[in-house]
């Protein structure tokens, strides 16, 4: 697969996930614009790979307008177009009966997870329209498919089966255009979100064996699966939901 000569927009850009992704679609020969609200984690991921020329930091909150107004002005000035869009950015909220979530907890969910994706896709739409080309990748999650027993993460499940149909529709919708849409859900993937719940040696040790590969998700895991959907390998693929999920949806 190559990037060679592409420009990328990765939100959620300083770990994780998005880190991973930025620095694949970077090796793959892409320019790559890192959006996320902490900048001193976006330069560090900058300095890592050695790539100020055609790697960008652009401190965002995606749930505002204005800064996703911004980045696309940004990304522009400095690379002239954008090709692809990883909507990344998301938040997990702490395991909460639903009956017991307050207003604010589940409309954080609801700000980041959908109405953030909202904005960055609506933001390139036209100029990818206009190149009559494109790519869009939305990470969404497994618990978008399915829910799990005694693990009470409702409002977010719901955000991330958005997440799902607003692929197929985005694809659907713009087709036409010559704009792909599609989706990566990945089940417990590696990350600062999760880290807290690993602490326990057993917990973590259940958790491993309740997947048929044995073990829980890398970050690279994902970043791979979103390089091959941003390729042109992938060109005839749009509205699909991959799951990475080391075999757990086989399972259940």
């Known amino acids: 697969m190559s990037l060679k000569g ?41 300095s890592d790979l050695n790539g100020k020329k055609n790697l960008l930091a652009v401190k965002a909150d995606i749930t505002k307008e204005a800064d996703v107004i911004n980045v696309i002005e940004e990304t522009v000035s400095a690379f002239d177009t954008v090709d692809i869009l990883v909507n990344n950015a998301g938040i997990l909220n702490d395991p909460t009966p639903f009956h017991k979530m307050t207003d604010e907890q589940w409309m954080s969910l609801i ?94 040790k259940t958790l491993e064996s309740s997947f048929p590969l044995r073990r829980i998700g890398d970050p690279e895991d994902i970043s791979g699966a979103v390089s091959y959907l941003c390729s042109d390998d992938a060109k005839w693929i749009t509205g699909t939901v991959l799951t990475v999920d080391g075999g757990m949806s086989a399972k259940q």
């Open 6 to 46: 592409k420009v990328a927009i990765v939100s959620g850009a300083g770990t994780g996930v998005g880190k991973a992704t930025t620095k694949r679609l970077f090796l793959e020969g892409a320019k790559v614009v890192l959006i996320g609200r902490d900048r001193s984690r976006l330069t560090k991921v900058i």
């Open 111 to 204: 700000n980041t997870n959908i109405i953030g994706t909202f904005r960055t896709t609506k933001a390139v739409l036209p100029i990818m329209m206009e190149k009559r080309r494109g790519s869009i990748v939305n990470i969404s999650s497994l618990q978008g498919i399915r829910s799990i027993l005694n693990v009470p993460f409702s409002v977010y499940g719901v955000t991330k089966a958005g997440v799902i149909m607003f692929t197929r529709t985005i694809a659907v919708e713009y087709g036409e255009y010559g704009i792909r849409c599609n989706c990566v859900a990945p089940s417990t993937i590696r990350s600062p979100m999760i880290e807290p719940y690993l602490q326990d040696k057993q917990a973590k």
